[in-house]
C-alpha cells in the first residue's frame, strides 16, 4: 500500500532533548516536505526537500533540522526542543501536484 | 497560487450529497484546482483535482464553471465519515517545491 508513515504518533519530552521524528514514503517520490499545525494558523511548511541531498526552508525552520541521505526517508530533527514547539506535525511526500501526508505527530514539549 | 474563497462551514444531512463550492477568480491558465480534506486532526487527504473539464473519481467529482472561475467538489452521498474541513487550493500541477496554502478551508458537518 503506497504511503507515508511517521514515527512516533505521540510524543512527551522535555526542553532541551533533542528528538527526532522520522518519515518514510515508499512511493519513490523525489519531492517531501514537513509541516507544523497550529489551532488558528493552519499548516506552515518548516522544510521541504526536492531530492537527495537537496533540502531548503520552509515558511518556518527555526529550530529544526533535516536530513535527505535516502529517497524514501526524511527525518526531522530538534536540536533543543522548546515549548513553543508544542504541535501537530505532518510529513508529506508528493511527485507532481498531489501531496501524500503521513498520520501526524503530536509533538508536547514541557 | 491563486487565492481561494470558500464558506466557513455547511451542513449536509447524511445520503444526501454534499456540494463544497469554491471561487478562484484569480486563477491563472496553467493552474489546477485541488481539492483536499482533513478529518479531525488527521493528515489532510487528496480527494481530486482538475484543469478545465469535469472530472469524477471514487471519492467525489469536481464541477469547474466555464471561466474557471469558480468549481464545486460534489460528495454524491455523503456519510458520517465524511465530517472533516475541506480544502479548495489552486496550484500548478507540475511544481512540488511550494507548500500547499491550505487556508480555512470548509467545515463540513454530515448530520444523521
Known amino acids: 500500500e503506497a504511503q507515508v508513515t511517521q514515527n512516533p504518533r505521540y510524543l512527551i519530552t522535555v526542553t532541551g532533548k533533542k528528538l527526532t521524528v522520522t518519515c518514510s514514503q515508499n512511493m519513490n517520490h523525489e519531492y517531501m516536505s514537513w509541516y507544523r499545525q497550529d489551532p488558528g494558523l493552519g499548516l506552515r511548511q518548516i522544510y521541504y526537500s526536492m531530492n537527495v541531498e537537496v533540502t531548503d526552508k520552509g515558511d518556518v525552520p527555526e529550530g529544526y533540522k533535516v536530513s535527505r541521505k535516502e529517497k524514501r526517508n526524511f527525518p526531522l530533527i530538534l536540536e533543543s526542543p522548546s515549548p513553543n514547539q508544542t504541535s501537530l506535525y505532518f510529513c508529506?511526500?508528493?511527485?507532481?501536484?498531489?501531496?501524500?501526508f503521513g498520520p501526524g505527530t503530536r509533538l508536547t514539549v514541557l | 497560487d491563486a487565492k481561494t474563497t470558500q464558506p466557513t462551514s455547511m451542513d449536509c444531512a447524511e445520503g444526501r450529497a454534499a456540494n463544497l463550492p469554491c471561487n478562484h477568480s484569480?486563477?491563472?491558465?496553467?493552474?489546477?484546482v485541488y481539492w483536499y480534506r482533513q478529518i479531525h486532526s488527521q493528515g489532510p487527504q487528496y480527494i481530486i483535482h482538475?484543469?478545465?473539464n469535469n472530472e469524477t473519481n471514487e471519492m467525489a467529482s469536481l464541477i469547474i464553471t466555464e471561466d474557471r472561475k469558480s468549481s464545486t467538489l460534489i460528495l454524491p452521498h455523503a456519510t458520517l465519515r465524511d465530517t472533516a474541513v475541506y480544502y479548495c487550493i489552486v496550484r500548478v500541477a507540475r511544481w512540488s517545491g511550494y507548500a500547499l496554502n491550505f487556508g480555512k478551508g470548509t467545515s463540513l458537518l454530515v448530520t444523521p
Open positions: 508529506a511526500s508528493s511527485s507532481g501536484g498531489t501531496q501524500y
Open positions: 484569480t486563477i491563472s491558465g496553467n493552474e489546477y
Open positions: 482538475g484543469l478545465k
